[in-house]
């Protein structure tokens, strides 16, 4: 499939022909976000499926109707998983990992050309291949995923008790979020597949940013590793220290891939983590073995 612009009008069309066709998941990243519009896309999935819906989700977003507080209740009751990051501005439809439309088009009757003045709008669609869908993954490195407890809190915090002064962000202490968020949401193509770093795939290059010649380099190596996703989830996950199998009951918990990846595999891949950080001598953690299970430490002089 080539790339292709679409324009306004041209764009629910477009987004009905893979709705019908889609069978295993939709991904929907929207900064603004309507119910009627959720409602639209809903109607036109002929298959059970998994639905993944990103949003900003800003206070002000809700107080100006340009998404509605009740989404949540929606994504609840129509099986999408929803989450919120306070600053997405991207667009994205992706279908069964392997198609996208990119563009301007916000989750919304006007966004998606449904209403009569519709905004004016436009994007690309084209192939996704395993490169672009992960890169598109990206997006959801911080994110949250919205819960009851959480939703129940920004619904408070709507209803102002000083009735005076509408506050335009939410007040993040009582939600328990900062504006730096950790790393909690992983996908399996986030880890290496390369049993050793002697041998890496090009999938592995991929990921790394590395061309084959300059993975010889091993500062360059060390470098791009450190900026992995997974090590990242690592460093932030180990306290003090781990042993293996709770790390990796710890990992299946945070994949979000469905269906969810059998605990043999997440062992694998997480054996696989463990064995670059050895052969790459990270000098960040330390692992060992004082009895029959490995053990995962942070390495308190360098961190």
């Given at each position: 499939?080539?790339?292709?612009?679409?324009?306004?009008?041209?764009i629910?069309?477009?987004l009905?022909?893979k709705?019908?066709?889609?069978s295993n998941?939709?991904?929907?990243?929207?900064?603004?976000?309507?119910?009627?519009?959720?409602?639209?896309?809903d109607?036109?999935?002929?298959?059970?499926?998994?639905?993944?819906?990103?949003?900003?989700?800003?206070?002000?977003?809700?107080l100006?109707?340009?998404?509605?507080?009740?989404?949540y209740?929606?994504?609840?009751s129509?099986?999408?998983?929803?989450?919120?990051?306070f600053?997405?501005h991207s667009?994205?439809?992706?279908?069964d990992?392997?198609?996208?439309?990119?563009?301007s088009?916000?989750?919304?009757?006007?966004?998606?050309?449904?209403k009569?003045?519709?905004?004016?709008?436009?994007?690309?669609?084209?192939?996704?291949?395993?490169?672009?869908?992960?890169?598109i993954?990206?997006?959801?490195?911080n994110?949250?995923?919205?819960?009851?407890?959480?939703?129940?809190?920004?619904?408070?915090?709507?209803i102002?008790k000083?009735?005076?002064?509408?506050?335009?962000e939410?007040?993040?202490?009582?939600?328990?979020?900062?504006k730096?968020?950790?790393i909690?949401n992983l996908?399996?193509?986030?880890?290496?597949i390369?049993s050793?770093?002697f041998?890496?795939?090009?999938?592995?290059?991929?990921?790394?940013?590395?061309?084959?010649?300059?993975?010889?380099d091993a500062?360059k190596?060390?470098?791009?590793?450190r900026?992995?996703?997974?090590?990242?989830?690592?460093?932030?996950?180990?306290?003090?220290?781990?042993?293996f199998?709770?790390?990796?009951?710890?990992?299946?918990?945070?994949?979000i891939?469905?269906p969810?990846?059998?605990?043999?595999?997440v062992?694998d891949?997480?054996?696989?983590?463990?064995?670059?950080i050895?052969?790459?001598?990270?000098?960040?953690?330390?692992?060992?073995?004082?009895?029959?299970?490995?053990?995962?430490r942070?390495?308190?002089k360098?961190l």
């Open positions: 499939m080539t790339q292709q612009i679409l324009h306004s009008k041209e629910m069309p477009f009905r022909g709705l019908v066709k889609v998941q939709l991904i929907v990243v929207s900064a603004f976000a309507k119910i009627e519009a959720l409602k639209e896309l109607a036109h999935l002929t298959n059970r499926l998994e639905k993944i819906l990103l949003v900003r989700f800003r206070k002000g977003d809700i100006s109707n340009s998404t509605d507080i009740e989404l209740d929606y994504c609840v129509n099986g999408w998983k929803m989450y919120f990051n600053d997405l667009k994205i439809y992706v279908f990992k392997q198609t996208y439309f990119i563009g088009a916000n989750a919304t009757l006007s966004g998606l050309g449904i009569e003045h519709s905004n004016i709008e436009s994007g690309v669609t084209g192939t996704c291949n395993q490169t672009d869908y992960t890169k993954l990206e997006v959801f490195d994110a949250i995923l919205m819960n009851a407890s959480l939703m129940l809190e920004f619904k408070n915090q709507i102002e000083n009735r005076d002064i509408i506050f335009q939410w007040f993040l202490q009582e939600l328990n979020l900062t730096t968020y950790s909690k996908w399996i193509c986030d880890f290496l390369s050793n770093t041998d890496i795939k090009s999938n592995d290059l991929t990921l790394l940013g590395l061309t084959r010649e300059e993975s010889y500062l190596l060390k470098k791009s590793f900026a992995l996703k997974c090590f990242k989830w690592l460093i932030n996950v180990i306290d003090d220290e781990i042993y199998g709770e790390l990796s009951a710890m990992l299946h918990n945070a994949l891939d469905d969810t990846p059998f605990r043999r595999e062992k891949i997480l054996a696989t983590l463990l064995i670059w050895q052969e790459l001598e990270i000098d960040e953690i330390i692992i060992d073995r004082p009895n029959y299970s490995q053990r995962i942070k390495n308190k360098i």
